[in-house]
């Protein structure tokens, strides 16, 4: 059973960096894409960013290009989301993700696992 644990949210200004990590278990993940997926308050869940485990493949939404990054170590199990230059609007709940591969880039519905969630507040 595949096992996705979220840590690194917190409060921060506007202008701040974070970086969110998101420790992955439960067996091999090379036949896997895992992705960041984030909700606000009082609206859906929305497509942040997405990365292939076993070729490191990666894809962002469109508007957070730049400004955000994922990675993983697959030494250490573990992917990552640095996020800079935040802004009020990244609020919200980050989500980590994983479904077998392909996942349809962009269709939050494929993936099939998925972590707690890390709450991500940013203040003006």
């Known amino acids: 059973q595949v096992q996705l644990v979220e840590s690194g949210g917190g409060s921060v200004q506007a202008g701040a960096s974070l970086t969110l990590s998101c420790a992955v278990s439960?067996?091999?993940?090379?036949?896997?894409?895992m992705g960041w997926v984030r909700q606000a308050p009082g609206k859906e869940r929305d497509f942040v960013a997405h990365?292939?485990?076993?070729?490191?493949?990666?894809f962002y939404v469109d508007s957070e290009k730049g400004r955000f990054t994922v990675s993983r170590d697959d030494t250490k199990n573990t992917l990552f989301l640095q996020m800079s230059d935040l802004k009020p609007e990244d609020t919200a709940v980050y989500y980590c993700?994983?479904?077998?591969?392909?996942?349809?880039?962009?269709?939050?519905?494929?993936?099939?696992?998925w972590g707690q969630g890390t709450q991500v507040t940013v203040s003006s």
């Open positions: 993700a994983a479904g077998q591969t392909p996942v349809r880039l962009g269709q939050v519905s494929d993936y099939q696992f």
């Open positions: 990365i292939n485990w076993s070729r490191g493949t990666k």
């Open positions: 439960g067996g091999s993940f090379n036949n896997y894409d």
